[in-house]
């Protein structure tokens, strides 16, 4: 794998809207965030062939709006996601990442934040801007795109599809 894509879900409904956080679908405002996050890594060059994706109603209808812009992709969907530690999304990376490209990663907070915050300390470089914002919080919609090189990883874009 050269590159990866840390996803965290697009906005979800409400808590208590219906039973249980795992079957907690994606807000109205959730949906757009979901497709427009996926127009903005396809127009960025940053198509995923896989995605390793939370069995969570919320990152599997994330999942939807992303891949209406890259249709060919391979969805994976594992239930260890869904709690979200960083051991288990680096299982699911090494497990599934080897041999393509681009691969993402659709999951929780705060195990995708924490992850991305991991693989910016092992970086030797990075995009000081995206890192400050990176820093700052790792919002709902959010996706960190790292390049996965041989020095260690690189933070090379944050994408927010929230209108500017």
């Known amino acids: 794998m050269q590159r990866l894509l840390l996803i965290r879900h697009a906005r979800a409904a409400a808590i208590g809207q219906t039973p249980g956080d795992h079957a907690r679908p994606l807000s109205a405002k959730g949906h757009v965030m979901a497709q427009t996050l996926g127009r903005m890594l396809a127009q960025a060059g940053w198509t995923p062939e896989r995605a390793v994706v939370s069995t969570a109603l919320r990152t599997r209808q994330t999942w939807e709006g992303l891949c209406e812009s890259f249709p060919d992709a ?25 041999d393509c490209k681009t691969l993402a990663l659709v999951g929780h907070n705060p195990g995708v934040a924490l992850m ?25 919609g959010w996706a960190a795109a790292f390049e996965m090189r041989e020095q260690g990883p690189r933070l090379a874009a944050l994408f927010d599809p929230r209108p500017l």
């Open 74 to 98: 391979e969805a994976l969907f594992d239930k260890s996601l869904y709690q979200g530690v960083p051991k288990a999304l680096l299982c699911a990376i090494s497990a599934h990442g080897g």
């Open 116 to 140: 991305a915050h991991r693989l910016v300390e092992e970086g030797l470089d990075h995009d000081g801007q995206a890192q400050r914002a990176l820093a700052a919080r790792f919002r709902t």
